[in-house]
């Protein structure tokens, strides 16, 4: 295993000096960090850009830290390999305080659920050896459905293994996610379309991606919480895809129509496009969830939604992704 950091640098919150860290060399400073899983994530390479604006001490696990921005390789440590790996994982969270754990999406993955253990069981093993004490995990609505949910369900899992630890965890807590649409800007464009196997006049609650960074980093910063909680961050809008389909129209100036997708032909779809059985019926099943209401109890408890609207998000991110 080869760990890698940055050369030596003078760390800009403590003053500090860092050392580039190779397999054979000492041990990672033990000075209290945040560990940032999937850095160059969505959610996390966001959540990694406010903290290094903010001057924390931020260590990052990357299997391939030649993906990740001068910058962080610059001004963070960082430890390469999967944080799947137990010898990673010890090291990335040796004398850490914070951890925000994400696991990674697999469309390859032959069991969904053992996906998202597999990665958590031996992080499960180093938040306790290590002594970490908090951890801000990225997680579905719903865990109260009770009902099988597709993808969503093994991340109820995953919380569930979390707080077997005892550690103090914030589960946040996400509906539909707005980048989804991003997937089928190309049909948007040229087809004037978009399609899942939702029901179309169901209406869904949403969230930006920033929205969530913007929480996780907010709690990353905050050493004063303990004990477990689940956060929901839910945007102030909540929509059927035909009501998306109207807001696209607006926004875009131009006719823009949902079509749900039959769930078997969906599946078959992405069979073709090489994802695995399980994780196509995951799909499937999670929009039938989603259909079904699995965020409604939740999205009705919030009295203060998340900033970012539907329509806004679409002027400032679906439009010019659409116009490129």
Not at 112 to 137: K, M, N, S, W
């Amino acid at each position: 295993m080869v760990k890698a950091l940055a050369p030596e640098t003078a760390h800009p919150a403590t003053g500090e000096t860092r050392s580039a860290h190779c397999a054979g060399s000492p041990s990672l400073p033990e000075v209290p960090v945040i560990v940032i899983t999937a850095p160059t994530g969505e959610i996390c390479r966001q959540v990694l850009d406010t903290l290094l604006d903010g001057g924390r001490p931020v260590r990052v696990i990357a299997r391939d830290p030649g993906r990740l921005a001068p910058r962080t390789r610059d001004r963070a440590e960082v430890v390469q390999g999967s944080h799947s790996d137990p010898e990673v994982l010890a090291e990335a969270f040796k004398g850490a305080d914070s951890v925000l754990w994400l696991v990674p999406p697999n469309s390859r993955a032959e069991d969904i659920q053992e996906h998202y253990l597999g990665f958590t069981r031996p992080a499960c093993d180093a938040i306790t050896a290590q002594g970490v004490e908090r951890v801000v995990g990225v997680t579905s609505l719903g865990r109260g459905y009770g009902g099988h949910a597709g993808l969503l369900s093994p991340a109820f899992a995953m919380d569930d293994m979390i707080e077997s630890t005892g550690v103090g965890y914030r589960a946040l807590a996400m509906p539909f996610f707005m980048e989804n649409l991003l997937h089928q800007v190309e049909a948007i464009r040229t087809q004037g379309m978009f399609s899942m196997p939702n029901r179309a006049d169901r209406p869904l609650a949403t969230v930006a991606t920033r929205d969530i960074a913007a929480t996780a980093a907010r709690l990353l910063s905050d050493d004063s919480w303990s004990g477990q909680e689940t956060v929901p961050v839910i945007g102030p809008d909540s929509l059927s895809p035909d009501a998306m389909a109207e807001v696209l129209t607006e926004v875009l100036e131009r006719p823009v129509r949902f079509q749900q997708a039959d769930p078997e032909a969906y599946k078959a779809m992405m069979t073709r496009y090489g994802m695995s059985d399980a994780w196509a019926q995951g799909l499937v099943d999670m929009a039938i969830a989603q259909s079904d209401g699995i965020y409604d109890a939740e999205q009705r408890a919030v009295t203060s939604p998340a900033p970012t609207g539907f329509h806004q998000w679409c002027e400032e991110v679906l439009k010019p992704a659409v116009l490129a």
